[in-house]
């Protein structure tokens, strides 16, 4: 079955630098990638995702990259600010398991002023 | 203001228990979840409905049963409740027919202590 590793799993940035977290899938079938943000004691909700039919994806200081080839997509955040502190989880599906998600473990990432 | 609730927040409870969460939707939304939270490992997919009569395991249903009463509620038990159960466990919900159909609405969330 599929699986999906994200890394790293935690991750410290200046405030006004970027970050990248990377995931990378093994089930060459999967077609939709989205990016969960959890703030701490919060649910997780969607920020960006990305279908196979794309490579590049950008919402204002977020983007997310695919790379089908790779099996691997990465999301970017550009100018960090202290709300971008949260857990992010990506994820992987496709249309054949009805698009059930499969979660990669999370990454923290954490805002320094 | 449309959005998932869980019943309850949060829960003690003793090893050998039965115990229900319950999730509600004012979404409208068709599609339901039960997902576990545990640190470090993301979240797991434990059961899912896409209707009121199509209930499915997911990846780690031992242990747990669920009930899919009409469309906006679904409840998760735990038979016989045991210490490993002890996690965060969220409700979600998505729209099979809606543009943003993948998308995923989750509830606050229930932290469950099984002692």
């Known amino acids: 079955g599929e699986n999906v590793e994200q890394h790293p799993s935690t991750l410290s940035v200046q405030e006004g630098d970027s970050a990248v977290i990377k995931c990378t899938y093994s089930?060459?079938?999967?077609?939709?990638f989205p990016w969960y943000k959890q703030e701490l004691g919060k649910r997780p909700q969607l920020i960006i995702d990305?279908?196979?039919n794309v490579g590049e994806k950008k919402d204002q200081r977020i983007a997310v990259t695919l790379n089908k080839t790779a099996k691997h997509f990465s999301l970017h955040i550009t100018e960090t600010q202290p709300e971008d502190s949260a857990v992010y989880f990506c994820?992987?599906?496709?249309?054949?398991?009805?698009?059930?998600?499969?979660w990669g473990a999370g990454t923290k990432l954490i805002i320094k002023p | 203001d449309a959005d998932v609730t869980q019943t309850p927040r949060n829960r003690i409870t003793k090893t050998g228990k039965r115990i229900m969460l319950e999730c509600s939707q004012t979404?409208?939304?068709?599609?339901m979840y039960w997902y576990r939270q545990d640190p470090g490992l993301g979240l797991q997919l434990i059961y899912y409905?896409?209707?009121?009569?199509?209930?499915n395991k997911g990846e780690i249903s031992d242990g747990y049963s669920v009930s899919r009463q009409a469309q906006a509620k679904f409840s998760l038990s735990l038979e016989s409740a045991i210490p490993n159960q002890t996690a965060l466990y969220f409700c979600?919900?998505?729209?099979?027919?809606?543009?943003?159909?993948?998308?995923?609405?989750f509830g606050p969330g229930t932290r469950l202590t099984v002692l």
């Open positions: 979600a919900t998505s729209d099979s027919a809606g543009a943003h159909y993948n998308e995923q609405f």
């Open positions: 979404k409208g939304h068709d599609r």
């Open positions: 409905s896409f209707d009121v009569k199509d209930i």
């Open positions: 089930d060459s079938a999967s077609n939709y």
């Open positions: 990305i279908r196979s």
């Open positions: 994820a992987a599906s496709k249309e054949r398991s009805n698009y059930q998600l499969i």
